[in-house]
């Protein structure tokens, strides 16, 4: 932990020195032609870092924060390969900025003063500089300022992320399948397949098996054609890229289906079709059988009151008969 000169940190060079040491630093910028461009001072073990790894290319990044600040502010940086690394975080309070503690950590770990502090009006600079050349280098660097309520920083390094296909790749048995894995702006080292049908994941035998072809158009893809596809090819495959600072993968979901599986929808809908239709069928017989007895009772009554309309014509005719006949006499 360390803070501002006049606090609870080592203690601070005179006045004097200081501004010698600010008047060496600009004169030596004003003989190079340049001004300079950053308030810090490399100490000793950074200036002797960087010279070593001269060679590799700068990576710069910064994080502003404030009092205010309700919530961790988090930056997440892509490396591919070794590199120096700057760091800077940058905090604004209205407080006073000598009571501001500031420390740096990586992942859980607490980095011991390779980093530096400055102090420009209401704004307070930290600034870590190192080299990233291996895995084990890589994770999370965090800046904290520690006043009434800490603030952090943090800066994710990680190598980059493979693009493959979200959603499951559906194919038929007997046929052919190409997979494919993709880096954005990277070039892997080496690319590997794995398939998987549960938690273990198997290397693809592609010398020997002739089903299994892996090639790639450019250095930053690679695709694996799965040939003569059957059910037991269903599952997942893992694409694997190895980086000089990591490894990434990214996984597609294969899922084989067989021609009868269709069939079986077919099938299922025709058999539905049919039982529609025989349903209504039916409905409309047992609604003819209910009209048919109510038919039949209304031609029984139509002839009852036909025999009955004749009935009665024959007696109207004999009556009248008899009638004529008195008359007669």
């Given at each position: 932990?360390?803070?501002?000169?006049?606090?609870?940190?080592?203690?601070?060079?005179?006045?004097?020195?200081?501004?010698?040491?600010?008047?060496?630093?600009?004169?030596?910028?004003?003989?190079?032609?340049?001004?300079?461009?950053?308030?810090?001072?490399?100490?000793?073990?950074?200036?002797?870092?960087?010279?070593?790894?001269?060679?590799?290319?700068?990576?710069?990044?910064?994080?502003?924060?404030?009092?205010?600040?309700?919530?961790?502010?988090?930056?997440?940086?892509?490396?591919?390969?070794?590199?120096?690394?700057?760091?800077?975080?940058?905090?604004?309070?209205?407080?006073?900025?000598?009571?501001?503690?500031?420390?740096?950590?990586?992942?859980?770990?607490?980095?011991?003063?390779?980093?530096?502090?400055?102090?420009?009006?209401?704004?307070?600079?930290?600034?870590?500089?190192?080299?990233?050349?291996?895995?084990?280098?890589?994770?999370?660097?965090?800046?904290?300022?520690?006043?009434?309520?800490?603030?952090?920083?943090?800066?994710?390094?990680?190598?980059?992320?493979?693009?493959?296909?979200?959603?499951?790749?559906?194919?038929?048995?007997?046929?052919?399948?190409?997979?494919?894995?993709?880096?954005?702006?990277?070039?892997?080292?080496?690319?590997?397949?794995?398939?998987?049908?549960?938690?273990?994941?198997?290397?693809?035998?592609?010398?020997?098996?002739?089903?299994?072809?892996?090639?790639?158009?450019?250095?930053?893809?690679?695709?694996?054609?799965?040939?003569?596809?059957?059910?037991?090819?269903?599952?997942?495959?893992?694409?694997?890229?190895?980086?000089?600072?990591?490894?990434?993968?990214?996984?597609?979901?294969?899922?084989?289906?067989?021609?009868?599986?269709?069939?079986?929808?077919?099938?299922?809908?025709?058999?539905?079709?049919?039982?529609?239709?025989?349903?209504?069928l039916l409905c409309e017989m047992y609604t003819q059988k209910r009209k048919k007895p109510s038919d039949d009772g209304k031609e029984f009554e139509q002839i009852e009151q036909l025999k009955s309309d004749d009935s009665n014509g024959i007696e109207n005719n004999a009556t009248r008969h008899r009638k004529?006949?008195?008359?007669?006499?």
């Amino acid at each position: 932990m360390r803070s501002l000169p006049g606090l609870r940190g080592p203690q601070a060079p005179s006045l004097p020195l200081l501004l010698l040491g600010l008047l060496a630093a600009v004169r030596r910028s004003l003989e190079d032609g340049h001004p300079s461009a950053s308030p810090f001072t490399s100490p000793p073990i950074q200036e002797e870092m960087m010279t070593k790894y001269s060679n590799l290319s700068l990576e710069s990044h910064n994080i502003s924060l404030t009092e205010h600040s309700n919530k961790p502010v988090e930056k997440n940086i892509t490396l591919e390969r070794p590199s120096n690394i700057e760091l800077t975080c940058q905090f604004t309070t209205s407080r006073d900025l000598n009571s501001v503690n500031v420390t740096w950590k990586k992942d859980d770990e607490l980095l011991k003063n390779n980093y530096l502090i400055n102090v420009t009006g209401r704004l307070l600079y930290t600034q870590y500089m190192f080299t990233i050349v291996n895995s084990k280098q890589m994770g999370s660097y965090s800046c904290f300022f520690e006043e009434k309520k800490e603030q952090r920083g943090t800066f994710n390094f990680k190598v980059p992320q493979l693009n493959g296909k979200n959603k499951p790749l559906i194919t038929y048995v007997g046929d052919s399948v190409v997979l494919m894995c993709k880096c954005k702006d990277c070039l892997p080292l080496n690319w590997t397949w794995y398939s998987s049908n549960g938690s273990v994941q198997v290397p693809v035998g592609v010398q020997t098996n002739d089903k299994y072809v892996i090639n790639g158009k450019n250095a930053n893809e690679t695709r694996l054609k799965i040939m003569q596809l059957s059910e037991e090819d269903q599952g997942s495959y893992w694409c694997h890229a190895i980086f000089q600072l990591g490894e990434s993968e990214e996984h597609i979901e294969l899922v084989v289906l067989s021609y009868l599986v269709p069939l079986k929808a077919f099938l299922a809908i025709a058999a539905e079709v049919v039982l529609l239709v025989a349903i209504i069928l039916l409905c409309e017989m047992y609604t003819q059988k209910r009209k048919k007895p109510s038919d039949d009772g209304k031609e029984f009554e139509q002839i009852e009151q036909l025999k009955s309309d004749d009935s009665n014509g024959i007696e109207n005719n004999a009556t009248r008969h008899r009638k004529n006949e008195s008359v007669s006499q």
